[in-house]
């Protein structure tokens, strides 16, 4: 069984920032890839930043140039620097971590932009 738990959400001004964590603990043997999702209200979910195993990452056009995921030292860690926030970048922020081909994910952290 795999855990995934994240924090560092919160409320933050518009222009200000924020760093989210997340980490996974269990069988973990060979984690491939982690990634953040968010889910706005009233909104799909969708993906925000992924990086792989081999280090290369992927953002989405949204958050291209004021957001960046990194891993930490332990390979079981991501981070997301979340910098120059808008409102429409409140929600809920999820992890998601791939075990071999089995998805894992966190309960999730609200992230909440003021204007």
């Known amino acids: 069984q795999v855990q995934v738990v994240e924090s560092g959400g919160g409320l933050v001004q518009a222009g200000g920032s924020l760093r989210l964590s997340c980490a996974a603990s269990g069988s973990i043997f060979s984690i491939n890839a982690m990634a953040w999702y968010r889910r706005a209200p009233g909104k799909q979910r969708e993906l925000v930043a992924l990086i792989t195993s081999g280090g290369s990452t992927n953002y989405a056009d949204s958050v291209k140039g004021r957001f960046t995921i990194s891993r930490g030292n332990a390979k079981n860690t991501v981070y997301l620097q979340m910098n120059s926030l808008k409102p429409e970048d409140t929600a809920t922020y999820y992890c998601?971590?791939?075990?071999?081909?089995?998805?894992?994910w966190g309960q999730g952290t609200q992230v909440t932009v003021s204007s």
């Open positions: 998601n971590t791939l075990v071999a081909v089995v998805q894992y």
